[in-house]
């Protein structure tokens, strides 16, 4: 079922302008994806429905482009979680001033995943020490798990 998201702040879009240039998740990048995280209860969730050009064998997305956008959603709900813990609001009344990039990203491919259909992304916080933070991901289509994955993200220095 797709999140209805009115009434809720993408993660990405509360990044300064000048940090939103990524290829996946960036406001300020005209040609990426724009995937848009969002923090609900204590999990991140995100929708991407991939376009034909990303088919691996047909009717199955390409593993390249789970991996990228599971990588979008890791950094993206690593910055949700420091700003959780650390009482930064999320609503939208102020830039985050938490940016975070991939030291180890980990996927398992568990199914074929489908072409044609919305994808969801849910990311759950495992820790925080320090400026390393650690996401665990699930990516499904039509309700069926399709990759796992774990992101090991740092938090940029100030």
Known sequence: MKLNTKNLKAIQDLYPDELAHCYGCGKMNPNGFHLKSYMVDNETIAHFTPEPKY????GSVYGGLLASIL???GTGSAAAFVCENENIPLDGSI???IRC???SLKVDFK???QMGVALELKGKLRSIEGRKIWVDMTLSANGTICASGEILAIRLKD
């Open 71 to 73: 990588d979008c959603h």
């Open 101 to 103: 990039v991939t030291a």
């Open 95 to 97: 830039n985050i001033p």
């Open 55 to 58: 088919t691996a064998l047909p």
């Open 111 to 113: 199914a074929p995943t």
